[in-house]
């Protein structure tokens, strides 16, 4: 079970990626997956 440091470490480097491979793109998975954040659902 990874603590929640490395947890947020991963996304951030995922999220990081795939900015780089789609820039414009906002995904939409991955903030209905995590609901409990409390971030505005579309980031532009």
Same mark, same amino acid.
């Given at each position: 079970? #990874?603590?929640?440091?490395?947890k947020?470490?991963?996304?951030?480097?995922?999220? %990081?990626e +795939?900015k780089? %491979? +789609? #820039?414009? $793109? $906002?995904? $939409?998975?991955?903030?209905?997956?995590? #609901? $409990?954040?409390?971030? #505005?659902?579309?980031?532009?």
């Amino acid at each position: 079970m #990874p603590t929640r440091d490395e947890k947020r470490r991963r996304e951030y480097k995922e999220r %990081k990626e +795939n900015k780089e %491979k +789609n #820039p414009v $793109v $906002v995904d $939409v998975k991955d903030d209905m997956s995590d #609901p $409990v954040r409390g971030l #505005p659902k579309a980031r532009i």
